[in-house]
């Protein structure tokens, strides 16, 4: 069953791919960020126990990127609730023709290190979270992610 949260991301995710543009622009207010706030730890925790209690309060994206005529690209920081730390974000997503959900996503959060759930928590606006997020929105795929979710079929440009 669709979450209501689902749809506000599926809702969203079509109105910003409208465009045709490859660099696709998302206002840090927009509803589809307050929407995966509720949504990454939804899909998370189904694979993830450290997820059942954690919580997101907001992210920032380095990048935003379509790539395909119903996929995004979103990468960069978010911001953790229970420390109000950051961690690295990378997120594939696309909606379905048919209906308001998510039909396919790849999800990744965070990076090893001593933090709760095995993160590395960085200080939030720190060099360090400028530079994760640079990272995280430059060349995700070399990252060792420390949690990650992906269902659905992707789907072809």
Known sequence: MTSNVERIVATELRAILT??????????????????????????????????CEEIDGFFPHAARKIGNRAIELAGMCILCEDQTGAPFHLRMSYSLKEDVIDWMESRVGVPGKGRGAMQRVALWSKQ?????????????????????????????
């Open 129 to 157: 979270w400028t530079e994760l997020g640079m990272r995280a929105a430059e060349d995700p795929d070399d990252i060792d992610w420390v949690y990650d979710a992906t269902y659905g079929d992707r789907p072809v440009a």
């Open 19 to 52: 465009s045709s543009a490859a660099e696709v622009s998302v206002r840090e207010d927009s509803q589809l960020f307050g929407a995966l706030e509720f949504f990454i730890p939804e899909v998370m925790c189904q694979l993830h126990e450290h997820w059942k």
